[in-house]
């Protein structure tokens, strides 16, 4: 989380693409909510002033200009994995970069090409790979 903040320059895991949360208590361990670079994104589909464009494999790209900051785009995304800029209110968009698997010590993270029809990007076992394509 404090890797994706920072490629912002900024350090608040507030502002990160990226979270982990609790599964629900300590034997059930945490879960990564981030963005899986939809080829259909939900989120692009809801947004009324068209300022989520779809990314070549998968995904969306924010155009900052043409938010709202309605929120729309948060509501929809299947994953729960849009966070919000409080500052300048409008979401925060996960780019793909794959700089969190690159810092993620323990290889949980992996940024790859999933080239499966409809499938959603999905991170490799326990090992880390950085592919971004
Ligand atoms: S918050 Fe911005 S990007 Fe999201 S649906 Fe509204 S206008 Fe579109
Ligand atoms: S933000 Fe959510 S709905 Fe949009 S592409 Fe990513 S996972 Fe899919």
Same mark, same amino acid.
């Not at 034997?27 to 068209?50: L, M, T, W, Y």
């Not at 779809?54 to 299947?78: D, F, W």
């Not at 999905?122 to 790979?129: L, M, Q, T, W």
């Given at each position: ?62 155009? $900052?200009?043409? #938010? &709202?900051? !309605? +929120?729309? *785009?948060? =509501?929809? /995304?299947?994953? %729960?994995?849009?966070?919000?800029? @409080?500052?300048?209110?409008? $979401?925060?968009? #996960? &780019?793909? !970069? +794959?700089? *969190?698997? =690159?810092? /993620?010590?323990? %290889?949980?993270?992996?940024?790859? @090409? ?20």
């Amino acid at each position: 989380m404090f890797a994706c903040a920072r490629r912002n320059d900024v350090v608040s895991l507030s502002l990160a693409c990226i979270k982990v949360r609790s599964a629900g208590g300590i034997s059930r361990g945490f879960r990564v909510i981030v963005c899986r670079a939809c080829e259909d994104p939900p989120c692009a589909k809801v947004c009324p002033e068209d300022a989520l464009t779809l990314r070549k494999g998968g995904g969306v790209t924010l155009i $900052p200009e043409l #938010c &709202i900051g !309605c +929120g729309l *785009c948060r =509501q929809a /995304c299947v994953v %729960g994995a849009i966070h919000w800029d @409080r500052r300048i209110n409008k $979401p925060l968009i #996960c &780019i793909h !970069c +794959g700089t *969190c698997a =690159q810092h /993620c010590p323990y %290889g949980v993270l992996g940024l790859v @090409r999933n080239d499966r029809p409809g499938a959603l990007a999905a991170a490799p076992s326990r090992k880390a790979i950085h592919d971004p394509g």
